[in-house]
Nanobody
Framework: QVSLVESGGGLVQNGGSLRLSCAPSERTFSSYAMGWFRQAPGKEREFVAH????????NYADSVKGRFTISRDNAKNRFYLQMNLLKPEETAAYYC???????????????WGQGTQVTVSS
């Protein structure tokens, strides 16, 4: 079930930055926790960051702490992931998801987007 639309992916050089956006396609997700995950070819979907429904609680994978920032604007029904100092090994499809509570586990997310590709060249 596709209910979210990601954008902002692309090709960036090692050390570069991108800002991903996530917008619901059919409904408001202001009462949902939101998360960003990524999946490289041949690998499992991996937790990147999540944010509570009110934006007061955030959490990040250890590998991205200090470089990535998750945020949300409930008034605009938009969710974001600012990614700085990107590395080639972070090349993957990035997905946003919505869940009833903050979680690091993909199986707890009820709604997903189709993903946006991020490619980091070395």
């Amino acid at each position: 079930q596709v209910s979210l639309v990601e954008s902002g992916g692309g090709l960036v050089q090692n050390g570069g930055s991108l800002r991903l956006s996530c917008a619901p396609s059919e409904r408001t997700f202001s009462s949902y926790a939101m998360g960003w995950f990524r999946q490289a070819p041949g690998k499992e979907r991996e937790f990147v960051a999540h944010i509570s429904w009110n934006g007061l609680a955030t959490n990040y994978a250890d590998s991205v702490k200090g470089r990535f920032t998750i945020s949300r604007d409930n008034a605009k029904n938009r969710f974001y992931l600012q990614m700085n100092l990107l590395k080639p090994e972070e090349t993957a499809a990035y997905y946003c998801g919505a869940a009833g509570r903050i979680s690091k586990y993909a199986e707890e997310y009820n709604y997903w987007g189709q993903g946006t590709q991020v490619t980091v060249s070395s």
